[in-house]
């Protein structure tokens, strides 16, 4: 078991896991793949019947390693998933009709990084050659509009996008991982802080995606229901013109490049005035009312 009401260090949410698949016929672990400095990159899956091939609910969380509300979030969300099945109907529905497969934390060094050095560090911690600074965006590192606009080829930027696209040990990880699964994932979804948004596909470009309308009538079931959780606001829509422009991001290949429609990135709280360092007591209330939109969206689509 863990507190889900307080931040963990990465050693902890991998015991976490651990503890649970050992324990839970539910849960299953996967190690699927190693970072940058040799640490484990974990997937949880959580199914009622492994062998039945059903559609996936689909979630990469803390690629950006500051942003510890997301997976604080997806750790609250496999707890209550887990401890609500054959009790919670609605939970034991969802459950019945998807595999639910999370990251917990997609950038292990840089969240490690982030809680032993730097609490404000974003990116991976890959040695760039030739320069003193460290690390690449992971989410700049994918194929979809690689290199481009919203994105940078100096090593010292946050949002470095590094030498090509999946240079890096952890995008490659999430791309094995969600090509393994081509063809299963009904909604794919990235977990990112802050500013209280769900968007959608584009990011590269300000240009809309041909399914705009129904990505736009499942991030609006969401968002309703997130928003009636305790009112906090929300928008939603593309990335490219909710937001602003960013290349190589993971929510553009899981939607381009892997054919799943619903793939999302959300925002979780807050809209600024902590920042990445949201407190512990908002854990709670930001994912409930996050798994209520969540929820909503998956029985909308
Ligand atoms: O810039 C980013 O990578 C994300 N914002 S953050 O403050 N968490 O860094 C936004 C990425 C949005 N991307 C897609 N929806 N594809
Ligand atoms: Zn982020």
Redesign the pocket.
Known sequence: AIDVENYHTYEEIMAYLADLASTNPLVSTLVAGTSVEGRQIVQATISSDRSANKPIAWFDCNI?AR?WITAATCVWIIDTITSGYGTDAEITALVDQYDWKFVPVANPDGYAYSWSNDRLW?KNRAINSGSACVGV?L??NFPSGFGGE?SSNLPCSE?HHGVSALSEPESQTLDALIAADRGRVKAAI?M????QLW??????SSALPVEYPEMMNAMKAGVDALVATYGTPYEYG??GTV??I?SG????HYYENEGVVH???I?LRDKGRYGFQLPASQIVPTATKTWNGIKAFMNAI
């Open positions: 950006h942003e974003r965006d989410n700049r919203g949002t990235s990112h802080s802050y500013s968007l959608s596909s584009y990011s590269y593309s990335t937001l602003y960013a991001t993971t929510t553009d793939s999302y990135t925002e």
